[in-house]
């Protein structure tokens, strides 16, 4: 199955009035949409909206209390998308919201709500799954992953490798992690422990990355990832520099989350990097949906960006 992102319609939502944003060309979704534009211009938002309508899609929520925050500072919104299945069966949804009216309301076009329950129930059903056994699944259900501005690597330390097994979810947001569990780092020290080959992979692409030289290994005694530098020194994962962290922390994740057909929202791509770098994670991405397809929407207020990714597939939100 895949997940495409068609349109979004806003009104009164900050600085977003009355917008349509359409995610397509010649009725086609596209797969690299960029939202530039000035600081303050809405970009943000709009990945708000877009994460908040698609989580709605596997919820029932008919209470106003539930409704999401960024819904109660927004007069109207509405999104579609589009589902299609490994038999290339098509399914239209529209998730709307609208101040005036109690909870959130869903449509299908050209379908039952039987779909739509269906489709629920299979989200639901794959929740408590751990990604390691999705690719055992006939159909596997992608899902949207989202980066906020805010992406650093916290340092952390632990006394004992933890299994890291990761849960399926609809809707992932990346959170910087305070604790060893759960975070990057950890995660690397267990795939050293349990899965060598895919750690060895893993570092194999790491060292490849070309941050001046250095290289990654897992230091067992401290249990913590350590950098090595072209001169010999070393230095703790976390001490990276916050471009280098920023690149590690979606590339990364994205290889232990990403389904093929999902959703990648990436808010300011741009966020500590300098130009050589913007070039070369932009192309790293661009080479990841050749292996993995995926609809990748993100946002800048650089304009190198709309031209690194093309004129065609941007949406000027305001002067730079």
Known sequence: MQIKILSL????????????????????????????????????????????????VADSLTEKSLIPDIFLQTESVKLKCLFEDNN???IVHEVYYDKNQLGIAWELKDKTYEDLYKLRHEISMQTCIPYQKLSLLKEMMPCLIHFPYNRELIHVTGEQIYREDIKYEWC????????????????????????PEQFYSIIKFLNQ????????????????????TRDGNEHPFNKLSSGEQN???????????????????????????HPAYQQRFAKNLLQLQQEIPFQLILTTHQAHFVKIFGEDCSRILTEF
């Open 9 to 56: 319609y806003i009104k009164n939502s900050g600085a977003l009035k009355d917008i349509i944003i359409d995610f397509t060309d010649n009725e086609q979704p596209q797969s690299v949409i960029v939202l530039a534009g000035a600081n303050g211009s809405g970009k943000t938002t709009v990945l708000e909206l877009i994460f908040a309508c698609m989580g709605m």
């Open 88 to 90: 290339k069966q098509k």
């Open 172 to 195: 992932y947001r990346y959170q910087n992690h305070s604790d060893f569990k759960g975070s990057l780092e950890s995660h690397l020290i267990w795939l050293d422990y349990a899965e």
């Open 209 to 228: 990355l070309d941050f001046e030289g250095k290289t990654f290994y897992v230091h067992r005694k401290t249990l913590s990832v350590r950098v090595k």
């Open 247 to 273: 690149i590690l922390i979606m590339l990364l994740d994205l290889r232990r989350r990403l389904i093929p057909g999902s959703i990648v929202l990436i808010d300011e791509i741009e966020n500590s990097l």
